[in-house]
């Protein structure tokens, strides 16, 4: 059975420039997940879908960043404008059960 | 909202045992999880403890006390691979809704 798949697996950009990341989760799971993670940290969550609504979307800073779940799959996480403490790994994950979540390699972001 | 407190670094040697802490606050607890992580790779969901007491998987096990929001993970016979960051993760309804929130982690280091 396939993972969580992210990509790109890195990205570098100029501030101010836009950037999206793209997840596929695992076939069957209803629940989509983004997180941020810094260096040193745990995951901050993003954003979590339960199938195409966003049930939780506290954490996400929305002056600059958005998320979709086209048709309760795949999902696009964008920032625009980027900016320098943005940099960051972007980790997407999913699960059937809240209790167990499966994670994807991530996107490792780092704006100049 | 939900916190939680864990060591942020513990040294063990290999063949040992070692136990990583891990308090947490919450409202409407639902239960404690528990993810490894090596450097440079996703988080691994190891163990999951809804209600009180120990949960067993091979080396490592995980214990949950409500009373005291309080639990633990246990790794036996360490090995030198176990060398990651390991995170607690609390499920809670804190504001009408699930929500699972991960600790800043620990990070274990096996040595010789």
């Known amino acids: 059975e396939a993972g969580v798949v992210q990509s790109p697996r890195y990205k570098i950009i100029e501030k101010k420039q836009p950037v999206a990341f793209w997840c596929n989760p695992i076939?069957?799971?209803?629940?989509l997940y983004w997180y941020r993670q810094n260096l040193g940290q745990g995951p901050e969550l993003l954003i979590r879908y339960e199938n195409e609504e966003a049930v939780d979307d506290s954490q996400l800073p929305k002056d600059r960043f958005s998320a979709e779940r086209l048709k309760g799959v795949d999902s696009t996480l964008k920032i625009q404008p980027a900016e320098l403490g943005d940099s960051a790994v972007y980790l997407c994950?999913?699960?059937?059960?809240?209790?167990?979540?499966?994670f994807g390699p991530g996107t490792r972001l780092t704006v100049l | 909202g939900q916190s939680l407190e864990q060591p942020s670094e513990v040294t063990a040697v290999e063949g040992a045992i070692v136990q990583i802490n891990c308090t947490y606050q919450t409202s409407g607890f639902y239960g404690l999880s528990w993810y490894q992580q090596h450097d440079g790779g996703a988080p691994t969901f190891l163990s999951y403890?809804?209600?009180?007491g120990l949960e067993e998987t091979g080396r490592f096990s995980s214990f949950l006390s409500r009373s005291d929001s309080y639990g633990y993970l246990l790794l036996q016979e360490l090995q030198m691979k176990d060398s990651a960051s390991y995170f607690c993760a609390v499920r809670g309804d804190p504001g009408g809704y699930q929500k699972v929130t991960f600790g800043t982690g620990t990070k274990l280091q096996v040595i010789p």
């Open positions: 076939s069957g799971h209803n629940t």
């Open positions: 994950a999913s699960s059937q059960q809240v209790n167990e979540q499966f």
């Open positions: 403890n809804g209600l009180d």
